[in-house]
């Protein structure tokens, strides 16, 4: 959405720094995760926490992506960083000055090159050995909206041919892109290139955010806060595009209002249709509130089916290959409320003048992609229910690709976001497109709350999981919603057969995602079945782990961390005074020792004392403390004893401190707790 139709302040952002890689390392938990409270919305982290950084600092960076759903706030916190945005003048090919690329740059590697390839090209030559260099050109490009970019896949070669031998140490390069949809290797391109690259998720909105920009629209923050948690919309006000929708609905509101998604952003565009765009003040006397809503889903269909992201106010001829004359979206007739109307032009430029959309001199476009897919399903959903629907291989043709090489089609990644809606507009009529791509429409199941839907993803999920086990690894990071009643029966048929050493990949697979899904279901009901894997030999190591992680995740009580404790207790790592065991320290993820870093992550320093912890790790004569597994530095209990005793600075000492806390079990015992500090 424009800055200007939103709120006018800047409200204070978290971005969790992804660890990345593709090892199990990264697997649900190892990256600080996000904590919600009671409400809804994000826990503040803790100054200095590992893992989490403000915007500021991320942006010092060489290389920065910031991932995040539609609406999260991407694109606002790249202009204030920047101080420039979309309609800023590109700076000459050779110059100083922040180049902004978005959605309406990538329809193809043509246009990516005709937009950035100068810039680049202009960029000095990396002076060899013993060489004068020439003095750097200081470039920001901020390559945002990449998730809609037709040449996704293509980038990360394009920028290392382009990059190859260039001085780059002034050029600094910003992505903003859906979590689901990131290419990792993109990482890899940019660190070479830059020197560093950091990845991160824009956090959700803290509670104190939330209300830091309430309070800047002039609205009762409390009152809000409450109307928010009554309707049980917290995850739908912890997103600063939602949030502001949902401001809409607060200030009219409805005792029919449904709380769910659908209904509170039906009502938001509701009353964005009834506010007129910030900068230009109209009034509207041919059309009534239903007629622009019905109105501005024709503009978003229309400009989906023609592959444009704006129209031209003037019917320009000559820029019909961006922009959909004004005139092209007059006739015919529409639907709203009880009967139906003539779309007059009058009508539709009375649309194109409310908050809907952002407007410059001579063309007019939607203030946020999620106002669109919301209005093109919106359209959409209407004539799957008319009396003549549109046939379903119709729609098929336009939502499904096929490639040569690949079983099942996929929804290509800028019309996710409008097929989840059309399932949660249109459930029944709409289910083949769960059917077909589950995985694609993840990052948006916060949206799709009908349960039969939710079931039908969750069984594509489990039908793929040897595909999307082996191939895709970018899914783990998204955040999903697929909770329904049926949830618990499903994860628990897919976890009853054991699964061994001698088990097929197929059954393994099955049961790893599973437990991903079990991770972030919120089904408390799952721990027994999670702790009896993690306690039970037969399992691999590896699906033990990822039973911990989830357990802790579903369930973190005081008989959850009593049985991880009993497990903890019967790993026995070797003596000091002899070296790794293959039955201690065996093949790579399927060792002991890693199932024992998994449980200390998991329980340390809450629910377990130093002495215990102890008995995994080394104490050196220098005071260092490290891993039973010297010959193995990269594996998990070597990460968790790094992670949690940092090396002292050469010349002090480690010294140990005796605690006394009070232990969460139920019987509230006082638990001595041992830490440790570097002095001089």
């Given at each position: 959405m424009s800055a200007k139709a939103m709120f006018d302040v800047h409200a204070d952002r978290w971005v969790r720094i992804r660890s990345g890689g593709q090892s199990e390392e990264h697997a649900p938990g190892a990256d600080p995760s996000f904590g919600f409270d009671d409400s809804g919305f994000l826990l503040e982290p803790d100054s200095g926490s590992s893992g989490w950084c403000r915007p500021e600092e991320a942006a010092a960076w060489g290389g920065w992506v910031l991932l995040g759903e539609p609406g999260a706030g991407k694109s606002t916190e790249?202009?204030?960083?920047?101080?420039?945005?979309?309609?800023?003048?590109?700076?000459?090919?050779?110059?100083?000055?922040?180049?902004?690329?978005?959605?309406?740059?990538?329809?193809?590697?043509?246009?990516?090159?005709?937009?950035?390839?100068?810039?680049?090209?202009?960029?000095?030559?990396?002076?060899?050995?013993?060489?004068?260099?020439?003095?750097?050109?200081?470039?920001?490009?901020?390559l945002d909206q990449l998730d809609e970019s037709a040449c996704l896949h293509q980038l990360p070669q394009w920028l290392r041919s382009r990059l190859q031998g260039k001085d780059t140490r002034g050029l600094r390069i910003w992505v903003g892109c859906r979590a689901a949809d990131y290419q990792d290797r993109l990482t890899g391109v940019l660190s070479h290139a830059l020197g560093r690259c950091m990845v991160g998720d824009l956090a959700p909105l803290t509670r104190r955010a939330a209300a830091e920009l309430v309070r800047s629209t002039g609205d009762d923050v409390d009152d809000f806060l409450h109307?928010?948690?009554?309707?049980?919309?917290?995850?739908?006000?912890?997103?600063?595009?939602?949030?502001?929708?949902?401001?809409?609905?607060?200030?009219?509101?409805?005792?029919?209002?449904?709380?769910?998604?659908?209904?509170?952003?039906?009502?938001?565009?509701?009353?964005?249709?009834?506010?007129?765009?910030?900068?230009?003040?109209?009034?509207?006397?041919?059309?009534?509130?239903?007629?622009?809503?019905?109105?501005?889903?024709?503009?978003?269909?229309?400009?989906?089916?023609?592959?444009?992201?704006?129209?031209?106010?003037?019917?320009?001829?000559?820029?019909?290959?961006?922009?959909?004359?004004?005139?092209?979206?007059?006739?015919?007739?529409?639907?709203?409320?009880?009967?139906?109307?003539?779309?007059?032009?009058?009508?539709?430029?009375?649309?194109?003048?409310?908050?809907?959309?952002?407007?410059?001199?001579?063309?007019?476009?939607?203030?946020?992609?999620?106002?669109?897919?919301?209005?093109?399903?919106?359209?959409?959903?209407?004539?799957?229910?008319?009396?003549?629907?549109?046939?379903?291989?119709?729609?098929?043709?336009?939502?499904?690709?096929?490639?040569?090489?690949?079983?099942?089609?996929?929804?290509?990644?800028?019309?996710?976001?409008?097929?989840?809606?059309?399932?949660?507009?249109?459930?029944?009529?709409?289910?083949?497109?769960?059917?077909?791509?589950?995985?694609?429409?993840?990052?948006?199941?916060?949206?799709?709350?009908?349960?039969?839907?939710?079931?039908?993803?969750?069984?594509?999920?489990?039908?793929?999981?040897?595909?999307?086990?082996?191939?895709?690894?970018?899914?783990?990071?998204?955040?999903?919603?697929?909770?329904?009643?049926?949830?618990?029966?499903?994860?628990?048929?897919?976890?009853?057969?054991?699964?061994d050493d001698t088990s097929d990949w197929p059954d393994v697979a099955r049961a790893r995602l599973a437990l991903r899904l079990a991770h972030d279901s919120h089904s408390p009901d799952l721990a027994d079945l999670l702790l009896d894997i993690v306690e039970d030999p037969a399992w691999p190591i590896t699906l033990r782990r990822l039973a911990v992680s989830a357990a802790m995740a579903v369930d973190p009580a005081a008989v959850t961390i009593t049985r991880l404790r009993a497990t903890l207790a019967t790993l026995q790592p070797p003596p000091d005074s002899q070296p790794p065991t293959p039955d201690w320290d065996g093949s790579q993820h399927e060792a002991p020792s890693e199932l024992a870093a998994m449980l200390l992550r998991e329980l340390w320093p809450a629910h377990l004392t130093f002495a215990e912890v102890s008995r995994f790790l080394r104490i050196t004569a220098s005071g260092a403390i490290k891993a039973h597994s010297p010959t193995r530095s990269s594996c998990y209990l070597a990460v968790f004893a790094r992670r949690n005793f940092p090396p002292c600075w050469p010349g002090q000492n480690r010294s140990f401190e005796s605690t006394e806390s009070r232990s969460p079990s139920p019987a509230s015992r006082t638990t001595t707790y041992m830490t440790t500090t570097c002095t001089a």
């Open positions: 790249f202009r204030r960083l920047s101080g420039a945005h979309s309609d800023n003048e590109d700076p000459l090919p050779g110059e100083s000055g922040t180049l902004w690329v978005d959605a309406g740059d990538w329809d193809s590697v043509h246009a990516v090159d005709a937009r950035l390839g100068p810039h680049l090209g202009a960029l000095p030559i990396k002076p060899g050995s013993g060489e004068a260099s020439a003095e750097p050109v200081s470039l920001l490009i901020v109307w928010v948690v009554s309707a049980s919309a917290g995850a739908l006000a912890r997103v600063p595009l939602t949030l502001w929708v949902l401001l809409g609905a607060y200030r009219e509101p409805s005792e029919s209002i449904d709380a769910t998604p659908l209904g509170l952003f039906t009502h938001g565009v509701e009353v964005l249709a009834a506010e007129h765009d910030p900068d230009r003040a109209h009034s509207w006397d041919d059309s009534t509130r239903q007629q622009r809503v019905a109105i501005a889903s024709r503009v978003a269909a229309h400009l989906l089916f023609s592959a444009r992201r704006s129209v031209h106010v003037d019917d320009n001829g000559l820029l019909t290959d961006v922009a959909v004359p004004l005139g092209q979206l007059v006739g015919a007739d529409e639907t709203a409320g009880l009967g139906t109307f003539e779309v007059t032009r009058r009508r539709v430029r009375e649309t194109l003048e409310t908050a809907l959309f952002s407007r410059t001199r001579f063309t007019a476009q939607f203030a946020h992609s999620s106002f669109a897919a919301f209005l093109t399903a919106r359209y959409l959903a209407e004539r799957l229910h008319a009396p003549a629907p549109i046939p379903r291989l119709q729609l098929e043709e336009l939502f499904l690709v096929t490639a040569a090489d690949e079983p099942t089609a996929a929804i290509p990644e800028r019309l996710r976001e409008t097929a989840a809606w059309l399932l949660t507009h249109a459930p029944t009529k709409a289910m083949w497109l769960a059917h077909a791509d589950p995985e694609g429409l993840l990052a948006h199941t916060a949206l799709i709350t009908h349960p039969g839907v939710r079931e039908v993803l969750v069984n594509g999920l489990l039908d793929r999981a040897d595909r999307i086990e082996l191939f895709d690894r970018s899914w783990r990071h998204t955040r999903w919603d697929l909770a329904h009643p049926g949830l618990r029966t499903q994860l628990t048929e897919a976890l009853t057969t054991v699964v």
